[in-house]
């Protein structure tokens, strides 16, 4: 399996050096699976560091009216259909999990990690929390494809944090399951399971980007990233969220958290997951997840996505895969 790179060099006349010569260089990367191309600038500091008494003085000024707050989520979050949940809403210890208000897919869900904990910073998700809540998007999700066989594309996402893309500041995952796939799950699915298996052998192999794992769940750093920070994880064997088990959800949500207390160690406050299904029982698909990191609340913060990301489906960004691979270190493979 070929990992392929380019470089690219430019040279500017520096003010801050009297006009000067410099030297400018971009590395591009295309991805081994989807074949998409992502490009590594220098170190910039394009996002600035998240600070905390920033985020719980904004998490206090939206607490006021927040729908999934223990005191109005009964009244202001809508319910199930009987065939997915008789009681109108799914519970995993602390998780509460309802419909989505605002539908992207046949079936659509939001479920807050704890109606309790309006503000959650990165390094306060902990593993029993991730796990209790993709435990309950993984029994809706296996309600809703067993209500509608022909919705087998599901996937769990988040938006954590405003800057992210999230309407509420209420920590939450949301679920979709679909007849459809998104344009990503379509790609991954295109892949050749052979190529992933080579995939990660490589990665493996050459050890730079392979974070490791445990029993069930394989971490890495992406060698093309879609975004800031992107770490990747398979679980091979398990084709859809739908058909986890019980000690495989326990591993994710240890890894989700592990990844968000190393984006927080990093200085980041905010960032996206999408956990990518393909129907039940697709031969040698193996389950698939992307992190990266969004920009920070923080006064007059820039935005990470630009008309590269968004138009172009190109990210450009200034930490090299190879440096978040050091910076997670033995992390992802310690108990929990």
Request: hydrophobic share 40%.
């Amino acid at each position: 399996m070929e990992f392929r790179r380019w470089i690219i060099d430019g040279e500017i006349l520096d003010p801050e050096r009297g006009f000067e010569p410099r030297a400018l260089r971009v590395e591009v990367r295309e991805d081994p699976l989807t074949g998409h191309t992502a490009r590594l600038l220098s170190a910039a500091g394009l996002l600035p560091p998240q600070d905390p008494d920033e985020l719980r003085a904004l998490g206090e000024r939206t607490r006021a009216g927040c729908p999934f707050c223990p005191e109005r989520a009964e009244a202001a979050t809508p319910k199930l259909p009987a065939e997915i949940a008789l009681e109108g809403r799914i519970r995993r210890g602390e998780a509460l999990l309802f419909p989505n208000l605002l539908p992207y897919a046949r079936f659509s869900s939001v479920s807050v990690y704890s109606p309790e904990r309006h503000v959650l910073a990165l390094d306060e998700l902990t593993p029993r929390l991730v796990a209790d809540n993709l435990a309950a998007q993984v029994a809706w999700a296996r309600a809703c494809v067993e209500a509608d066989p022909s919705a087998g594309w599901v996937s769990i996402n988040a938006n954590h944090m405003l800057p992210s893309g999230s309407s509420i500041f209420h920590p939450h995952l949301q679920g979709a399951v679909n007849p459809v796939p998104t344009t990503m799950q379509r790609l991954l699915a295109q892949v050749p399971a052979g190529r992933f298996r080579d995939y990660l052998a490589h990665e493996r192999a050459e050890g730079v980007r392979y974070l490791g794992g445990r029993a069930r769940v394989e971490w890495l750093a992406s060698f093309a990233p879609l975004g800031p920070c992107e770490l990747r994880a398979f679980v091979p064997g398990v084709a859809s969220p739908a058909s986890l088990d019980e000690e495989t959800v326990e591993e994710l949500g240890a890894g989700v958290a592990t990844a968000a207390g190393l984006y927080a160690e990093l200085g980041y406050g905010s960032f996206n997951l999408a956990l990518y299904g393909a129907p039940p029982g697709t031969d040698g698909y193996p389950l698939n997840l992307r992190m990266i990191c969004r920009s920070s609340l923080t006064p007059f913060y820039r935005s990470d996505a630009t008309c590269l990301e968004r138009l172009h489906w190109e990210a450009a960004i200034d930490t090299s895969p190879e440096e978040l691979a050091r910076a997670a270190g033995d992390r992802f493979t310690k108990p929990g």
